[in-house]
């Protein structure tokens, strides 16, 4: 009998939630109420079992992707548990390449126009190795992203066409793959990846276990994994987190190994380390300076008494989070909509040069800089004239953790009218941002710091920001930037003026 696996009934206060882990594969044997995936919502992570003995048919939802409340997961056949285990064991040896139904071209992605090409960055997979279905076996490395690019199917990696390192175009050709091939070397080949992918925490782990992993201060390599194919679970963290609680020393073993992989000494005999640039880094850096030598850049500075806002905060921060499903209210939707009305009432500042031509935007698009491994990404908030507060905190928390997890993608940092950088967060004081061209200015917000201000003929301590707008003259006049950078400040210390837009 043939049963849909459903995600759990979710409560009003939660949206959707994420596929965590499958501890069960397609033809894997189940009992009744034997655990099989987990759902990862933004308060719990739920377990779905199974509904009667059987076997996992095929899975629709794979980990990762969001579902609603009761959303079909995957198709499961009751009655059907007793062949399931003995098949893959007594089939898999005698299978072997030649199973293949066909063979098919894995392509790299179809860059927009403003990618030229990328650059194959790792591959997770190798020939002769088997791949589920949208199992992620390659990554390409555009000036903008990184492209994951996973199985069209179940099946065997065949020939690599392209190398690591290699530049590639839209669309060519990476690899063949023979779909629903198998082979005896493929149980094998399951737990290799989790060996050559031991620090690279989106190989090893679902959700739940990276974001298990991020609190703890671990990476996957800290980590061993217990769940199928080596695969990290949430309980495995909290085991080698308690190890390591447990044993203070142990990270003093490490430096030791150091020597057997030392770097290579320099024309003078010194250590140094010679590491390629990557193409992101190299292309943000083509950028940063192309902005200072076609630009008429300057900045100009103003200081925001932030204690209206710290006051709003701390007095609704609980019922702000408790009325929009866990969203932390935090200083940036502040600054995002106060820059959103400020672009309103000062228009070159929201536009952007081409060419000959000065381009006047009739919305709001706001670039939020994030820092990542992989170096500086301005995702973009798109037309926020239309968002609440809590609209723009969700946003950025989303692009923070998909920027840790490498998961933005193109359409997420294309455009854009105007940019926030924060670089208070890591403790400066005081900078001057580069312009994101063919933007015409950028805000940078720095650390809160508490020091003594004239109010009212008596010296008081108040938390003060200093302020820095960079702008490109020739679009935009020195006062129009001074008035500009004044209507944040004036709406920061009155925030009550957002609302009523005065």
């Known amino acids: ?9 979710f409560p009003e206060s939660v949206a959707d939630g994420t596929v965590a882990t499958w501890h069960k594969q397609p033809g894997e044997a189940c009992v009744r109420d034997e655990h099989i995936v987990d759902i990862e919502t933004d308060k719990v992570v739920l377990e779905v079992v199974a509904p009667e003995d059987g076997v996992i048919v095929e899975v629709l939802k794979g980990e990762g992707d969001i579902v609603l409340s009761d959303e079909v997961l995957a198709k499961f056949e009751a009655g059907s548990g007793a062949a399931a285990p003995s098949t893959p064991a007594a089939e898999a040896p005698a299978a072997s390449a030649s199973a293949a139904k066909e063979t098919v071209q894995i392509k790299a992605p179809t860059f927009p126009e403003s990618v030229a090409d990328g650059t194959v960055a790792a591959w997770h997979k190798q020939p002769g190795e088997a791949c589920a279905r949208d199992e992620h076996i390659v990554d390409i490395e555009t000036d903008k992203v990184v492209l994951e690019v996973v199985a069209p199917a179940d099946g065997v990696i065949g020939d690599i066409a392209k190398n690591e390192g290699d530049t590639v175009l839209s669309d060519e050709v990476l690899a063949s793959f023979l779909v629903g091939a198998s082979g005896g070397a493929a149980p094998v080949a399951e737990a290799a990846p989790v060996a050559e992918a031991a620090g690279d925490d989106d190989a090893v782990a679902g959700p739940a276990a990276r974001k298990a992993l991020a609190e703890a201060g671990l990476t996957a390599s800290d980590v061993k994994g217990t769940g199928k194919g080596g695969r990290i679970t949430k309980e495995d963290v909290e ?4 190890a390591k609680a447990a044993a203070p020393a142990a990270p003093v073993a490490k430096p030791a190994a150091a020597p057997a992989t030392m770097p290579a000494l320099g024309a003078d005999g010194r250590v140094e380390k010679r590491v390629p640039m990557t193409r992101l880094r190299a292309t943000i850096a083509k950028r940063l300076v192309e902005a200072q030598q076609t630009a008429a850049m300057l900045t100009t500075y103003n200081e925001v008494n932030m204690g209206p806002v710290m006051e709003l905060r701390k007095k609704y921060k609980d019922l702000f989070q408790k009325t929009h499903n866990g969203t932390k209210l935090g200083f940036m939707s502040f600054f995002v909509k106060a820059a959103t009305e400020a672009l309103k009432r000062y228009p070159a500042v929201n536009a952007s040069i081409d060419g000959n031509d000065m381009v006047y935007h009739g919305y709001q698009d706001i670039g939020v800089a994030v820092s990542t491994n992989r170096g500086l ?106 008035q500009f950078l004044v209507t944040i400040k004036d709406l920061l210390e009155d925030p009550s003026r957002l609302l009523l837009e005065i």
């Open 377 to 482: 990404m301005v995702p973009v908030l798109r037309n926020t004239e239309a968002m609440g507060l809590a609209d723009i905190e969700s946003g950025i928390m989303d692009f923070a953790v998909r920027g840790r997890d490498g998961k933005l993608g193109m359409d997420d940092m294309q455009g854009g009218t105007f940019t926030i950088t924060n670089g208070g967060i890591f403790g400066s004081l005081m900078s001057t941002p580069i312009l994101n061209p063919p933007q015409t200015a950028i805000l940078g917000m720095h650390k809160i710091q508490e020091r003594p201000m004239a109010v009212d003929g008596q010296v008081v301590i108040q938390p003060m920001m200093y302020l820095a707008l960079s702008y490109d003259h020739r679009m935009i006049d020195g006062k129009e930037a001074v």
């Open 239 to 242: 085991t080698a987190s308690k």
């Open 1 to 9: 009998m043939s049963i849909e696996i459903k995600a759990p009934t």
